[in-house]
C-alpha cells in the first residue's frame, strides 16, 4: 500500500508524539552537551560583565565593543578551549548519527521500540550512516569549494554573482535529500550494504515528487520553529528579571518544538520508504515449473 506525502508527514507527526520517551531523551542528551560547552563561559561572563561598566545595559541588547574586550582579554581561555569544543562537537555528531539509526528503525515499524533495542538498532548501523554522512560532507564541502575557492569571508560571489551564490542552495538541498533516504534504506532495508544504498538512491529517483514533498514539508514545520520563537522575542520584555525566566522557559520549550521537528523528519522519511518500496522478488528456475 502506497502512502503519499501528507500521509507520511502526518503518520510521521503521530509517530513522534506516541514515542515521547525518545523525544525527552533527545532533549535530555542536548541538555547535557550544551552545559558541558556553556559551563566554562558561564563563570567567565558573570566575572567579565560584573566588573564592566556596560554590564547593566547588556540587558538592552548587544554590545559590540563590550564583546570585542571581552574576547581580547581572554583570549588564552578561548585558545585553550578550542580543541575541546572540537571534541565535544565531534563526539555529538557521532550520538546523532548513533540515534539516526535507532530513529529510522523505531520509525519504521508500528509498535513502539525499546530503548536497548534502539541503541542497539542505532549501534549496528552507526559505521555505514557514518560513511553517508562522511559523503555526504565531502560533496557539499566540494561544490562549497567551486563557488569559494579561497575560502573567503564573505564569499566574493556574493556580492559579485549573489545569484549564482544563492542557485547552490537547491543543490545542497537535493544533496541532503539523498543522503536522507539512502541512510533510511541502510537502517530499513533487509539487503546487503550496497543494495541498500543502491535502493536508497534509486527511491529518492523513482520517487521525486513525494521524496521532495516530505522533505519540504518537514523543513516548513522546521522553520516554523524558529519563526515563532523570533515572534516571541520581539514581544518578550527581556530587561526585567520576569522577563528574564519567562524567555529561559520559553527557550526550552522551543528547544523541545525543535527536537520535535527533527524527529518528524526521520519518522516521515522511514514511513515513506518502509511504505513505498518496491520489493523485487528474485524466480528461480523450479518456481517456474
Same mark, same amino acid.
Given at each position: 500500500?502506497?502512502?503519499?506525502?501528507?500521509?507520511?508527514?502526518?503518520?510521521?507527526?503521530?509517530?513522534?508524539?506516541?514515542?515521547?520517551?525518545?523525544?525527552?531523551?533527545?532533549?535530555?542528551?542536548?541538555?547535557?552537551?550544551?552545559?558541558?560547552?556553556?559551563?566554562? /563561559? $558561564?563563570?567567565?561572563?558573570?566575572?567579565?560583565?560584573?566588573?564592566?561598566?556596560?554590564?547593566?545595559?547588556?540587558?538592552?541588547?548587544?554590545?559590540?565593543?563590550?564583546f570585542a574586550s571581552f574576547v581580547g582579554n581572554n583570549a588564552d581561555?578561548?585558545?585553550?578551549?578550542?580543541?575541546?569544543?572540537?571534541? +565535544?562537537? %565531534? +563526539?555529538?555528531?557521532?550520538?546523532?548519527?548513533?540515534?539516526?539509526?535507532?530513529?529510522?528503525?523505531?520509525?519504521?515499524?508500528?509498535?513502539?521500540?525499546?530503548?536497548?533495542?534502539?541503541?542497539?538498532?542505532?549501534?549496528?548501523?552507526?559505521?555505514?550512516?557514518?560513511?553517508? %554522512?562522511?559523503?555526504?560532507?565531502?560533496?557539499?564541502?566540494?561544490?562549497?569549494?567551486?563557488?569559494?575557492?579561497?575560502?573567503?569571508?564573505?564569499?566574493?560571489?556574493?556580492?559579485?554573482?549573489?545569484?549564482?551564490?544563492?542557485?547552490?542552495?537547491?543543490l545542497v538541498m537535493i544533496v541532503s535529500l539523498f543522503a536522507d533516504f539512502t541512510r533510511a534504506a541502510i537502517v530499513i532495508d533487509g539487503?546487503?550494504?550496497?543494495?541498500?544504498?543502491?535502493?536508497?538512491?534509486? /527511491?529518492? +529517483?523513482?520517487?521525486?515528487?513525494?521524496? %521532495?514533498?516530505?522533505? $519540504?514539508?518537514?523543513?516548513?514545520?522546521?522553520?516554523?520553529?524558529?519563526?515563532?520563537?523570533?515572534?516571541?522575542?520581539?514581544?518578550?520584555?527581556?530587561?526585567?528579571?520576569?522577563?528574564?525566566? +519567562?524567555?529561559?522557559?520559553?527557550?526550552?520549550?522551543?528547544?523541545?518544538?525543535?527536537?520535535?521537528?527533527?524527529?518528524?523528519?526521520?519518522?516521515?522519511?522511514?514511513?515513506?520508504?518502509?511504505?513505498?518500496?518496491?520489493?523485487?522478488?528474485?524466480?528461480?528456475?523450479?518456481?517456474?515449473?
Open positions: 500500500m502506497n502512502t503519499n506525502v501528507l500521509e507520511a508527514v502526518i503518520s510521521g507527526i503521530k509517530r513522534s508524539i506516541r514515542d515521547w520517551r525518545l523525544w525527552v531523551g533527545v532533549y535530555i542528551f542536548n541538555l547535557m552537551f550544551a552545559a558541558v560547552l556553556s559551563l566554562p /563561559f $558561564a563563570e567567565i561572563f558573570v566575572k567579565d560583565i560584573s566588573r564592566s561598566f556596560v554590564g547593566k545595559d547588556l540587558m538592552n541588547g548587544f554590545n559590540y565593543k563590550w581561555f578561548f585558545k585553550a578551549f578550542v580543541p575541546q569544543v572540537i571534541f +565535544i562537537l %565531534t +563526539i555529538y555528531a557521532f550520538a546523532e548519527i548513533l540515534f539516526a539509526g535507532g530513529f529510522y528503525s523505531g520509525y519504521s515499524g508500528k509498535v513502539k521500540m525499546k530503548f536497548g533495542e534502539f541503541l542497539s538498532r542505532g549501534t549496528k548501523f552507526f559505521f555505514p550512516l557514518l560513511a553517508v %554522512t562522511a559523503t555526504e560532507c565531502a560533496i557539499l564541502f566540494s561544490m562549497f569549494l567551486l563557488i569559494n575557492p579561497d575560502l573567503s569571508y564573505p564569499p566574493r560571489e556574493l556580492t559579485a554573482a549573489p545569484l549564482f551564490y544563492y542557485s547552490i542552495i537547491p539487503d546487503n550494504l550496497g543494495n541498500k544504498i543502491k535502493h536508497g538512491v534509486s /527511491f529518492t +529517483i523513482l520517487h521525486p515528487l513525494s521524496t %521532495t514533498g516530505v522533505y $519540504a514539508c518537514c523543513l516548513l514545520i522546521s522553520a516554523v520553529v524558529p519563526a515563532l520563537y523570533f515572534a516571541f522575542y520581539q514581544i518578550n520584555d527581556s530587561t526585567t528579571a520576569e522577563g528574564i525566566f +519567562i524567555e529561559i522557559v520559553f527557550s526550552q520549550i522551543f528547544v523541545l518544538l525543535r527536537i520535535f521537528s527533527k524527529l518528524i523528519f526521520y519518522a516521515a522519511e522511514a514511513i515513506l520508504y518502509k511504505e513505498n518500496q518496491i520489493e523485487v522478488i528474485k524466480v528461480k528456475p523450479e518456481m517456474l515449473e
